[in-house]
């Protein structure tokens, strides 16, 4: 790969991508998710509903819902997350799109090439996940499933598979629309083109017996009604809004889309997941006057071959064990005539592709959700997203432990990208992200960031404020990412977002609650996932990691602007850097390198050490957080992550024999979770179950060294 463009000027950049965005436009409407076709082409859309609900329906059991492209996104994207939600209990529903059939090739490795049978590959992949998935609930690969045919709206019918082990259960619903429908039309086009029209490919031995045919609203009702008949409170879908991508002779363009990370069937089946989302929540608010409680994980697809691989080998050897049991042999005697797997897929294919896929697991919206504040009367407060809108969480009593029922603050459709602070008069400001504009068939397709205030600290609050995004162009502005701020003592608040060239923008709200312009910062690529923090002297501080090293801006001076601030001799990171400030008024950064289990803590001045952290092995970001200490000192570190498990784990101070504190009950968190560190020791750690419930852990100090 090469790492010269990091170094690149941000305009020089920009006016890069800017063509390139012109030229992927006119090749390819997946990547672009805008047609071409002209405005008076497009059809009347339902429009995405802002309204905030007056309640919840409560929740029983969890369940989690992912939506693919093809069989094996969820084997190579969306896990270890799927893996440890089952594992907990979760059942889970598989909903694949594409009948995945491609050329009809299903070839081992070293073998001769076969005769095209796209029937058959697509019955051997549907085969596939029966083991991996049987092998996941700690079964057989073989083992027979339960194989049906499912009526869905619009009078489509698709094959469902349902296996279950010790009250864990697995369910595969294939859709099993074809790749390449009659007349060279795809997916992309479904989305982008009003009245085209797509039908289904008939899977070898199959139960379902006639082909169903789709037109775009179709499948928004399919995959509605399919949220309906469930109920999932986490839903997992691909990238909507995948990084433009310069393919050349150093990053060639493999699998990806023209002019993007990613592939050209997986935007679109996420876009429509997330209409789908917003009409599901909508339909039962008006039917039901309670909005569904559910959260959404979206999962970056082929991002993960373009950054430096962020999970440790024992979570890749995890994912990989999945894989293999999908791609199976054919000299496996699994009982199906079509094939016993995608026999690309096999063996140790999956850890020796140079592309990687399995090697990373990348949220598209990487927020710590939900986002912990407190109220005036030392209550804790989470905000994050709920039912595709703004929610708040209020503890029943200071201390207690335990929130009340969700607070509809509407705002949505919502990305699960928010964040929170406190201003400088203690009122609580929001900053999301939201579908502004999801209609496909020709018409807008466009994101916005939003703000939400209080009047008073405490108080009600004011209407939603549209931000905008800092690209003009709608395809750039797409590429937004998630909003991260911080409140100065002089009554601003700081908001930062990564832009589509992959740089840094910001926006100022002064103290008189007006937002000022966008302004883009100089600095190199950066993937999303920002740690924003105040050091000692009340400078703003912004971190993140880039592809050698992490990137660092910050003001000079309290009142100054924040600018590009580079750190000498830090090593390539992994994952998003936590950051702390230092008693010399400096800052401290902790995070993995790439594949590494286990973080290190980069002292940025005075020594310049670099110590490990080898009993907080784990993977993904590290949240880092010093602990004030009597009379005003500095005290011990505290350190929040998953460990190996998925589980969260925290850990007191940095000494060679310090070791992690875990829950006593298994807590697997949605996303990530975050902390709230208040006086003295008093920790709070904060996170969101699989239920779509929020819960407080109170970790205690009894082991630190």
């Not at 966008?518 to 996932?529: M, P, S």
């Amino acid at each position: 790969m090469n790492n010269s463009r990091s170094a690149a000027p941000a305009a020089t950049r920009r006016q890069a991508l800017a063509a390139l965005a012109a030229l992927t436009a006119a090749t390819t409407a997946a990547c672009s998710g805008s047609s071409g076709a002209s405005p008076t082409s497009a059809v009347p859309v339902r429009p995405l509903s802002p309204r905030p609900a007056e309640s919840f329906a409560n929740t029983e059991n969890a369940l989690l819902l992912q939506i693919l492209a093809h069989p094996d996104d969820d084997l190579y994207f969306m896990n270890p997350d799927a893996e440890h939600m089952l594992t907990a209990g979760v059942p889970v529903v598989c909903v694949y799109v594409t009948a995945g059939e491609a050329a009809g090739i299903n070839r081992e490795a070293g073998t001769p090439r076969p005769g095209a049978d796209k029937a058959a590959y697509s019955a051997a992949r549907h085969q596939g996940l029966r083991q991996a998935y049987a092998q996941l609930l700690g079964l057989d690969k073989f083992t027979r499933w339960r194989r049906s045919v499912l009526e869905l709206p619009g009078g489509v019918t698709a094959e469902t598979n349902v296996l279950g082990n010790g009250g864990r259960s697995v369910r595969l619903v294939f859709l099993n629309i074809a790749m390449l429908s009659a007349g060279n039309v795809r997916i992309p086009q479904l989305w982008n083109l009003p009245g085209i029209l797509m039908r289904t490919l008939i899977a070898a031995d199959s139960p379902v017996r006639t082909p169903s045919t789709y037109r775009h609203q179709t499948l928004v009702d399919v995959l509605a009604g399919i949220m309906d008949r469930y109920r999932p409170t986490v839903i997992h879908t691909l990238d909507p809004d995948p990084d433009f991508q310069v393919h050349d002779a150093t990053h060639p363009r493999d699998n990806d889309q023209p002019g993007c990370s990613d592939h050209r069937d997986h935007t679109p089946v996420a876009l429509f997941a997330w209409k789908a989302i917003a009409q599901w929540a909508d339909d039962v608010a008006r039917r039901e006057k309670r909005a569904p409680r559910f959260t959404v994980t979206s999962f970056r697809g082929y991002y993960n071959q373009r950054w430096p691989h962020n999970l440790p080998p024992a979570v890749v050897e995890q994912k990989a064990r999945a894989v293999a049991a999908y791609g199976g042999s054919p000299q496996w005697d699994c009982g199906n005539a079509a094939g016993c797997g995608d026999y690309g897929q096999g063996g140790t294919r999956p850890l020796t592709n140079r592309k990687g896929w399995i090697r990373s697991t990348h949220y598209r919206y990487p927020s710590a959700l939900p986002t912990p504040l407190t109220d005036p009367d030392g209550r804790l407060v989470a905000y994050g997203a709920l039912g595709a809108q703004a929610v708040r969480w209020r503890e029943t009593a200071p201390g207690s432990g335990r929130f009340g029922a969700p607070q509809g603050l509407g705002g949505g459709p919502l990305a699960p990208a928010l964040c929170a602070v406190r201003d400088a008069r203690g009122r609580h400001v929001l900053v999301a992200l939201r579908f502004s504009a999801l209609d496909g068939q020709g018409g807008a397709n466009t994101r916005e960031l939003v703000a939400l205030e209080q009047r008073t600290p405490g108080g009600p609050f004011r209407a939603w404020t549209g931000l905008g995004t800092p690209d003009s162009d709608p395809e750039h502005g797409r590429r937004v990412g998630c909003p991260a701020a911080v409140a100065t003592p002089d009554g601003r608040v700081h908001l930062f977002v990564r832009t589509a060239d992959k740089g840094l923008a910001t926006r100022i709200r002064d103290a008189n609650g007006a937002w000022g312009p966008w302004q883009r910062l100089d600095g190199g690529e950066i993937q999303d996932g920002l740690t924003v923090l105040l050091d000692r002297q009340a400078r703003v501080h912004v971190v993140a990691a880039g592809r050698d090293t992490v990137h660092h801006w910050a003001q000079d001076r309290p009142d100054g602007p924040v600018a590009l601030r580079p750190l000498a001799g830090l090593p390539r990171p992994g994952e998003q850097p936590g950051a702390v400030p230092s008693p010399d008024g400096s800052i401290a950064l902790v995070y993995r390198p790439p594949a590494g289990a286990v973080p290190y803590l980069h002292d940025l001045h005075g020594a310049g050490t670099s110590v490990p952290l080898r009993h907080f092995e784990g993977y993904g970001p590290v949240t880092a957080h010093a602990l004030a200490a009597s009379g005003g000192r500095q005290g011990p570190l505290l350190l929040l992550s998953r460990d190996l498990n998925g589980e969260v784990q925290v850990q007191y101070g940095t000494k060679p024999a310090a070791k992690p504190l875990r829950p006593t009950s298994r807590l697997v968190p949605v996303g990530t979770p975050t902390l709230l560190a208040g006086e003295g020791e008093q920790v709070r750690v904060v996170g969101m179950s699989p239920g779509a419930t929020p819960w407080i852990w109170r970790p205690r100090a009894t082991s630190r060294a």
